[in-house]
């Protein structure tokens, strides 16, 4: 599932879901509503669902593509926040490119080590939570894209430590 709403990082979407598609893996866009999403870059994206009214358990992984607009937006939807905290304590895969490690942060997910200035361009992986800060044309997203789909082969994460202090 890929998580978006107006603003996200065009580049870094498509590149995602080609290497998804590539890889077999079948993904939704999922949205605060159903109906066209515009990228920062001016393109547009159908959302198949609304997070509203689909609810996590019904994903098998979350990714939630870059872009300042996007982040925003979904910083001030409790849905949104709520719906990647299930994810986390289900001991889901959960992928984050670029602005979208800041929504991570939003969230206080416990005990993860995150993305910062130091490791800009830098995959991350910790117990099926993947980030990557890149840059605008997304040229390292391929190394993201091989670590999320590992994370996502193997289903769930169940060292998590201090999950279950997640409200969700």
């Not at 598609?21 to 669902?49: F, L, N, P, Y």
């Not at 905290?85 to 080590?113: W, Y």
Request: aromatic residues 6%; charged residues 25%.
């Amino acid at each position: 599932m890929l998580f978006r709403s107006d603003g996200y990082r065009q580049p870094e979407l498509d590149a995602m879901r080609q290497h998804l598609k590539d890889e077999g893996v079948m993904h939704e866009i999922v949205a605060k509503h159903d109906g066209a999403i515009r990228s920062a870059e001016g393109g547009e994206v159908q959302a198949d669902k609304s997070y509203v009214t689909a609810a996590s358990v019904l994903y098998d992984a979350l990714l939630i593509p870059g872009g300042q607009a996007h982040l925003n937006t979904l910083k001030g939807h409790g849905d949104a926040r709520h719906f990647i905290n299930e994810m986390f304590r289900h001991c889901k895969p959960i992928g984050a490119t670029s602005e979208g490690v800041d929504l991570l942060m939003h969230a206080q997910l416990p005990a993860l080590n995150l993305p910062n200035a130091q490791t800009t361009g830098q995959v991350l992986s910790e117990r099926g939570v993947v980030t990557w800060r890149g840059d605008t044309k997304a040229t390292g997203i391929k190394a993201f894209g091989d670590a999320f789909i590992a994370a996502i082969a193997q289903h769930r994460h169940w060292d998590r430590p201090q999950k279950d202090e997640v409200p969700a």
